[in-house]
T-cell receptor
Framework: DTGVSQDPRHKITKRGQNVTFRCDPISEHNRLYWYRQTLGQGPEFLTYFQNEAQLEKSRLLSDRFSAERPKGSFSTLEIQRTEQGDSAMYLC??????????FGSGTRLTVV | AQKVTQAQTEISVVEKEDVTLDCVYETRDTTYYLFWYKQPPSGELVFLIRRNSFDEQNEISGRYSWNFQKSTSSFNFTITASQVVDSAVYFCALSGGNNNDMRFGAGTRLTVKP
């Protein structure tokens, strides 16, 4: 499989718990992006990495959110002290320079 | 600021009809990229097309065609002879010249009835 992989596909967590999602981009892609999509809306940009450097973060990314991309390979997105408003689909995408993004299937988070 | 507007929230057509999905964008960048993505019920975003701001040629790919007009800041998408499998949410998106982040419209839900 040469696409973008995300794990897990679904996550149900209790409010206040921490969750971590993983994204494995296409191996030769140097850019990696995280987006969040709520029901009935388009994806919203969260953050972007070029190799291992996190170059841009959206205002949507509160201090409860942190993303890493060690060694410029896979990336993790952690949400601490989850709130019900965090329930959404979290999408990862990768690209090579300025070309079109390839999206993963997403991780659907439900906070109960 | 960059913004993408897809005014059509939902469209319903009967199979074999042609349908056009509208997209209007705002940007101050002179170099930018426009995209269309399809999101079927399975949820995965499927890349359809990328167009840079210097290329205003219309493009046709099978039953799909795109009309890019800088004068009206529009990048419309037409499906000819629609099929049931075209039913999905379609997103128009815009990124700046560095392609660092992509701004999506709210999407248009297309339903093609048999």
């Amino acid at each position: 499989d040469t696409g973008v992989s995300q794990d897990p596909r679904h996550k149900i967590t209790k409010r206040g718990q921490n969750v971590t999602f993983r994204c494995d981009p296409i191996s030769e892609h140097n850019r990696l992006y995280w987006y969040r999509q709520t029901l009935g809306q388009g994806p919203e940009f969260l953050t972007y990495f070029q190799n291992e450097a996190q170059l841009e973060k959206s205002r949507l990314l509160s201090d409860r959110f942190s993303a890493e991309r060690p060694k410029g390979s896979f990336s993790t997105l952690e949400i601490q002290r989850t709130e019900q408003g965090d329930s959404a689909m979290y999408l990862c995408a990768s690209s090579l320079a300025a070309r079109g993004y390839t999206f993963g299937s997403g991780t659907r988070l439900t906070v109960v | 600021a960059q913004k993408v507007t897809q005014a059509q929230t939902e469209i319903s057509v009967v199979e074999k009809e042609d349908v056009t999905l509208d997209c209007v964008y705002e940007t101050r960048d002179t170099t930018y990229y426009l995209f269309w993505y399809k999101q079927p019920p399975s949820g995965e975003l499927v890349f359809l097309i990328r167009r840079n701001s210097f290329d205003e040629q219309n493009e046709i790919s099978g039953r799909y065609s795109w009309n890019f007009q800088k004068s009206t800041s529009s990048f419309n998408f037409t499906i000819t002879a629609s099929q049931v499998v075209d039913s999905a949410v379609y997103f128009c998106a815009l990124s700046g010249g560095n392609n660092n982040d992509m701004r999506f419209g709210a999407g248009t839900r297309l339903t093609v009835k048999p």
